[in-house]
């Protein structure tokens, strides 16, 4: 089976551009969910979707957006990027409590 | 503020070793407490995950300990490898779509 499933893989961008990651989530998975992770620290909440609804949000501006699809694939899209955005976003999905994370998007922020 | 506090933020162990990882959490609401393992450049993977209403699991060399009226928990991994070099994080979530808080994160370093 596959996993959860991230594209692209590594990203650059320069400031004030907008940018959108997308994520496969495993067979069966209904909740996908989105994390930041800066260099060297642990991974910080930013969406949970189920069946294509919000269900969470972290700590994160309004330049930060997610959408579920039908298929429960889900993209994230940041606008007006800035430097502080440059980190590893996770895609992950969840069966119940159990979170599997994807490789993630290094996005370059320039 | 940090929800889920994790300690310590390195260590060394020699092959063959034991090597534990502490977690302590303040929100009594927690009720799953999943550890993952991340390497360079990928995404973290999960190892083992405990509830509260359990005081241990084991599943190959790793073991999850929790002590739920000290409101923490522990990973113990067992006959270290260096294979096992990796960061390692503690996390805590409250219900069944609960967003996971994570610990800052432990780099194991297992010399041979």
């Known amino acids: 089976d596959a996993g959860v499933t991230q594209s692209p893989t590594h990203l650059i961008k320069t400031r004030g551009q907008q940018v959108t990651l997308r994520c496969s989530p495993i067979?069966?998975?209904?909740?996908v969910s989105w994390y930041q992770q800066v260099l060297g620290q642990g991974p910080q909440f930013i969406f949970q979707y189920y069946e294509k609804e919000e269900r969470g949000r972290g700590n994160f501006p309004d330049r930060f957006s997610a959408r579920q699809f039908p298929n429960y694939s889900s993209e994230l899209n940041v606008n007006a990027l800035l430097l502080g955005d440059s980190a590893l976003y996770l895609c992950?999905?969840?069966?119940?409590?159990?979170?599997?994370f994807g490789q993630g998007t290094r996005l370059t922020v320039v | 503020q940090q929800q889920v506090k994790q300690s310590p933020q390195s260590l060394i162990v020699q092959k063959g070793g034991i090597s534990i990882i502490n977690c302590a959490y303040e929100n009594t609401a927690f009720d799953y407490f999943p550890w993952y393992q991340q390497f360079p450049g990928k995404g973290p993977a999960l190892l083992i995950a405990i509830r509260p209403d359990v005081s241990e699991k084991k599943e190959g060399r790793f073991t999850i300990s929790f002590n739920k009226s000290a409101k923490q928990f522990s990973l113990h991994i067992m006959d270290s490898q260096p294979g096992d070099s990796a960061t390692y994080f503690c996390?805590?979530?409250?219900?069944?779509?609960?967003?996971?808080?994570f610990g800052a994160g432990t780099q194991v370093v297992v010399t041979p």
């Open positions: 067979s069966g998975h209904k909740s």
């Open positions: 996390a805590a979530s409250t219900g069944s779509w609960g967003k996971l808080q």
């Open positions: 992950a999905s969840s069966l119940g409590a159990a979170t599997f």
